[in-house]
Each structure stands twice: as structure tokens, then as C-alpha cells.
Antibody
Framework: QVTLKESGPALVKPTQTLTLTCTLS??????????ANWIRQPPGKALEWLAR???????FYSPFLKTRLAISKDTYRNQVVLRLADVDPLDTAMYYC???????????WGPGTMVIVSS | DIVLTQSPDSLAVSLGERATINCKSS????????????LAWYQQKPGQPPKLLIY???TRESGVPDRFSGSGSGTDFTLTVNSLQAEDVAVYYC?????????FGPGTKVDIK
């Protein structure tokens, strides 16, 4: 059974760098075809795709946040890490990781981790 | 970027009746092979992550009740919920994965009338 679980700080101050971790179970970050995404959702608002990393290390970013985002994977810990620099209260959101699976859609999502940006 | 719009923003349907949600894409979401529409539908209930209902525009994910169906091609798509049940109250999102950046529609809230 494949599961994903996000973790990270619940509260971050403006201008700091937010680091979020997605831990995969039942699937290796290095398995051919593995593609892991980060998506966020501000309270009461729609979903926004942030970034993706593939099993072979290819990376893709939202053009709106590209200069602030960095995605990476830790093969040893079987994790996908997202860093968001220079955070602002507008970055307050639930952050989800999700894998590309059946039909190339995002078929398995983690429960999410809520991040509040406030001084 | 591919922009997705959904209509209506919200709707209220009587139990047992049909709910219809539309999604329009700013450009085609056909795969490079031209054989698949790379469009999915998700259901999101409060406090939960989105749940995949439909992929390739019309293929139901395993375990999803058959009252949920998707249709459409190219730029116009529809999610239909036949015989609405109380547990179907949620926000529904369409999502295109034909091109990066991946994008989502703004969502449609479905309630019971």
C-alpha cells in the first residue's frame, strides 16, 4: 500500500524559508516512473500546483513561484523535500504531496500539513 | 498556462437527483498521441485531501461509485453525479495534467437542496 505523509513547521515567520518533507511508504522515490508533486491550498480557496520531481531527478516548477521554490529527493530517507524561500502571509496554506499514478493523474495524496506564516 | 474554468460555482440538488458540473479549458488537453484527454476530477470534503474520481476525462477510479461519470473531449468536460447522495456533499475540482504547470479549476460546491 502506497502512502504519503507531509511534515513541517506549523508556524513560520515572514521572510524565512519553509522546508516541507513528504515521506513515501510502499514506493521508492527512485522507482522508475515515480513522480511526486507538491500542491497547496490556502484556507477556503482552490488548489495550486507548486512543483514536481521525477524518479530520474527531473524537476518542474510553477512559473509564478519558480524563483522561490526548490524541490529535491532524499533516496536514503525515501523523502521528497520542498523549500519555499522568503515566505509571506499569502503562503499560508495546507500543503499536500501527491504522486502521479493511475492514468497519469494525481491518484494518491497525503493528508496535508497546515502552514501559517505570521510574525 | 492552461486555464480551467468551472460552472456553476455552486449548486444545490435534491437527494436522488442529478448534479452536473462543467469544466472548460483554455486549450486542448489531448495527449501528444491524441488518444487521451489528460483531465481529471477530484472530490474534496472538509478537512480531507482531494480524492481522485475520474481520470482521462471519463475513466472512473477504482472504488468510485458508478453514479459518478465524466465526459467531454478537447476543451469541454462534464462531471455528472447521478442520484445524489448525502455523502456527495463536497467541492469538486477539475484538473489538467496535459502540460506543466499543472492547473486546477476553481471548484464547484455541491450541497443538498
Amino acid at each position: 500500500q502506497v502512502t504519503l505523509k507531509e511534515s513541517g513547521p506549523a508556524l513560520v515567520k515572514p521572510t524565512q524559508t519553509l522546508t516541507l518533507t513528504c515521506t513515501l511508504s510502499g514506493l521508492s522515490v527512485s522507482t522508475q516512473g515515480m513522480r511526486a508533486n507538491w500542491i497547496r491550498q490556502p484556507p477556503g480557496k482552490a488548489l495550486e500546483w507548486l512543483a514536481r520531481i521525477d524518479w530520474d531527478g527531473d524537476k518542474f516548477y510553477s512559473p509564478f513561484l519558480k524563483t522561490r521554490l526548490a524541490i529535491s529527493k532524499d533516496t536514503y530517507r525515501n523523502q521528497v523535500v520542498l523549500r519555499l524561500a522568503d515566505v509571506d502571509p499569502l503562503d499560508t496554506a495546507m500543503y499536500y504531496c501527491a504522486r502521479v499514478g493511475v492514468g497519469d493523474a494525481l491518484d494518491i495524496w497525503g493528508p496535508g500539513t497546515m502552514v501559517i506564516v505570521s510574525s | 498556462d492552461i486555464v480551467l474554468t468551472q460552472s456553476p460555482d455552486s449548486l444545490a440538488v435534491s437527494l436522488g437527483e442529478r448534479a452536473t458540473i462543467n469544466c472548460k479549458s483554455s486549450q486542448s488537453v489531448l495527449s501528444t498521441s491524441g488518444k487521451k484527454n489528460l483531465l481529471a476530477w477530484y472530490q474534496q470534503k472538509p478537512g480531507q485531501p482531494p480524492k481522485l474520481l475520474i481520470y482521462w476525462a471519463s475513466t472512473r477510479e477504482s472504488g468510485v461509485p458508478d453514479r459518478f461519470s465524466g465526459s467531454g473531449s478537447g476543451t469541454d468536460f462534464t462531471l455528472t453525479v447521478n442520484s445524489l447522495q448525502a455523502e456527495d456533499v463536497a467541492v469538486y475540482y477539475c484538473h489538467q495534467y496535459a502540460d506543466v504547470p499543472l492547473t486546477f479549476g476553481p471548484g464547484t460546491k455541491v450541497d443538498i437542496k
